[in-house]
């Protein structure tokens, strides 16, 4: 019944060491969206594709990349990370950008 | 810019009983979306109630429903007959009707429920 899979839930990692995170929905939706979400704050929008159109936050790290191969699945690429990138990254679709956002579980990072 | 403030960290509610979590946002725009999401620990993030700021009546999901207050620019969540799967943070958001769809979050409030 998962509509929004994230994989792995878990993710153990060493500083420096590239990582992808991977995302996949069931919803047909045309939009995909990445969040950073630290402890007790609230998710921090890092990109999200309209499609196959990237639209990045200004503030989003360089160290941070993403692709959307096809309508269903997204990855979200840190090529060096940082102990600062230790977090619950959640994906998100959404039918068009003004729909509701539906999010999967999440994965948590950590850096080693 | 847009903001969002929820001013409460946590709150506690004895099970059963009746509890609010109080936003306020700051907008210039006269059209756009409120939301109240849900995540419990470890789990999925989810949408609870939508409100829509053209519509006066508030929105109502069983035992959750808002009190919008559109020229006070707030929109609480009140929680009715507490139960001990309601707890979670509790996160408001907004999102603008036109132009930037982004959801503006607030700091999020942690509600615990005694039993």
């Known amino acids: 019944d998962a509509m929004v899979i994230q994989n792995p839930r878990y993710q153990v990692t060493q500083f420096g060491k590239p990582v992808t995170l991977s995302c996949s929905q069931t919803?047909?939706?045309?939009?995909m969206y990445w969040y950073q979400q630290k402890s007790s704050q609230a998710p921090k929008l890092l990109f999200h594709y309209y499609d196959k159109d990237f639209n990045n936050e200004a503030d989003t790290p360089d160290n941070f990349q993403s692709r959307r191969p096809n309508t269903s699945f997204c990855f979200l690429d840190i090529r060096s990370p940082g102990l600062g990138d230790a977090a619950m990254y959640l994906c998100a679709t959404s039918r068009d950008t003004d729909q509701p956002q539906h999010f999967g579980d999440g994965t948590r990072l950590s850096i080693l | 810019a847009q903001t969002v403030t929820q001013s409460q960290p946590e709150m506690s509610v004895q099970e059963a009983e009746t509890v609010t979590l109080s936003c306020t946002y700051d907008t210039s725009e006269s059209d756009y979306y409120l939301f109240w999401y849900k995540q419990p620990p470890s789990r999925q993030m989810i949408l609870v109630i939508r409100q829509e700021a053209y519509k006066q009546q508030n929105a109502t999901e069983n035992r959750f429903s808002v009190n919008f207050q559109k020229a006070a620019k707030s929109f609480s969540l009140k929680i009715s007959d507490s139960q001990l799967g309601d707890a979670a943070m509790y996160f408001c958001?907004?999102?603008?009707?036109?132009?930037?769809?982004?959801?503006?979050w607030g700091a999020g409030t942690k509600l615990i429920i005694k039993p």
């Open positions: 958001a907004y999102r603008s009707a036109k132009g930037n769809y982004q959801l503006i």
């Open positions: 919803l047909n939706h045309n939009v």
